[in-house]
């Protein structure tokens, strides 16, 4: 039999290699990523500061699958009734079973002027433009970087643009960030809102909620109060969108993470809602824990129909929303809630910064781990 996972990021990684496990060894597993590497995502804002980062987070599939084949192929559309995917270059594949793991992309909202001229922060690569963008505002001492959006990756980035800018003796450097909601992390915790914008502030980071951004231009950008700023670098990370596999939607899916029969939707590519009802948000913390559950899905219903099924449908396991804690890391800081307990300063920021190390000692890229440690502390090899 065979099972196509399209993706292998925080979900798809945890997908296949427990689909390696527990599959028979006759069943093919193939992965179809556009990228050639799986980048630990919710790190990669780290790379504005410290390039270095860039190697150790982008690990090889090969260094993390051992039976699955990977091709690195874009997946187009998928029809889960006719069990059938589409790739960018017309080729048809049919499967038994498969998984939809593609994540997101930024979302523009069609904003007039703000795809053209801002910079988003989803790839290695968008991270390493911003860095490049910035030196030379760092090296004149001089210039408005514009934040737009608040979120986990507004909120990351604008604290690593501000800790570069101390770092490079850039006091003349603004770092605005931009948030239409009333307050940073909307969506979030409430007891950590706060702690969030004073550690931003802390920074000199210049916090402005309750401001929609409506469009820009090559030097301005217009807000929906009426006001303009001028700025002299974009940064966007107002919000994701589906990828153009599920038409720009996040489809819903319950609990089992089915989209269809055979075919499942996981991690930020679906809108979760749990057996409790409770949404998931899309982070890294949910597409991890929710990858073994398709996994187990999907083994139990291919034993099922190998064995000629008995008519009945096999029990499924549910995923349950369960957010374990909260971390976010501004600058050389953090905010971490574990339980009811909101922490910050140093102990939060060493919590944070071995979060990515041990995500990838978890997926068995144990000297990349090691090596993110040393980087991120600015420890030299043998420490
Ligand atoms: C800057 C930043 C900071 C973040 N910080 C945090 C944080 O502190 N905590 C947290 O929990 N989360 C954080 N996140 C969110 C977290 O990274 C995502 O929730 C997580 O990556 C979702 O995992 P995923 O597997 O669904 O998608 P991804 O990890 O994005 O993986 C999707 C995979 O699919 C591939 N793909 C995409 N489209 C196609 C296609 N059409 N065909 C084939 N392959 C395709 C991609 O190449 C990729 O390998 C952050 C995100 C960013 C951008």
């Not at 790190?43 to 260094?63: G, L, M, N, S």
């Not at 916090?207 to 807000?223: C, F, I, K, M, P």
Request: aromatic content about 6%; some cysteine; hydrophobic content about 40%.
């Amino acid at each position: 039999m065979r099972v196509a996972v399209f993706g292998a990021g925080y979900a798809g990684v945890p997908l296949v290699r427990q689909l390696e496990q527990t599959l028979p060894p006759g069943d093919e597993i193939v992965v179809f990523d556009d990228s050639p590497v799986h980048v630990v995502r919710h790190e990669i804002h780290r790379v504005v500061r410290r390039p270095a980062i860039a190697e150790d987070i982008a690990v090889p599939f090969t260094d993390l699958f051992d039976r699955a084949e990977v091709r690195q192929e874009r997946l187009a559309d998928i029809d889960h009734e006719a069990e059938e995917a589409t790739l960018d270059d017309g080729t048809t594949v049919e499967y038994d079973a498969a998984a939809v793991c593609t994540g997101v992309e930024t979302e523009f909202y069609g904003l007039p002027g703000v795809r053209e001229h801002a910079t988003p922060l989803r790839t290695i690569a968008h991270a390493e433009r911003i860095r490049e963008e910035f030196l030379p505002l760092a090296e004149a001492d001089e210039g408005e970087v514009i934040v737009g959006g608040a979120g986990l990756s507004g909120i990351q980035v604008a604290g690593e643009l501000a800790a570069l800018a101390r770092e490079e003796g850039a006091e003349g450097v603004t770092i605005r960030l931009l948030e239409q909601a009333d307050t940073v992390a909307p969506g979030f915790p409430t007891d950590i809102q706060g702690p969030l914008r004073e550690e931003l502030e802390a920074r000199d980071v210049v916090v402005e909620t309750g401001r929609t951004v409506t469009e820009a231009d090559a030097d301005t950008v217009s807000l929906a109060d009426g006001t303009e700023h001028d700025y002299d670098q974009l940064v966007w990370t107002g919000g994701v969108r589906g990828t153009d596999v599920t038409d720009g939607e996040r489809p819903v899916v319950r609990s089992t993470l089915q989209l269809g029969d055979r075919t499942f939707a996981v991690g930020d590519a679906a809108r979760v809602i749990d057996e409790d009802g409770q949404a998931a948000p899309a982070t890294a913390h949910t597409a991890v824990r929710q990858g073994p559950v398709a996994a187990e899905n999907i083994a139990r219903l291919l034993a099922h129909d190998r064995s000629g099924g008995d008519g009945f449908e096999p029990r499924l396991e549910r995923y349950n929303y369960d957010q374990l804690g909260w971390l976010v890391s501004v600058g050389d800081g953090a905010v971490a809630k574990v339980g009811p307990t909101v922490l910050r300063g140093a102990a939060a920021y060493a919590v944070k910064s071995s979060v990515g190390a041990g995500y990838l000692t978890s997926v068995g890229a144990v000297t990349r781990a090691v090596d993110l440690v040393r980087e991120e502390f600015g420890l030299a090899a043998g420490e």
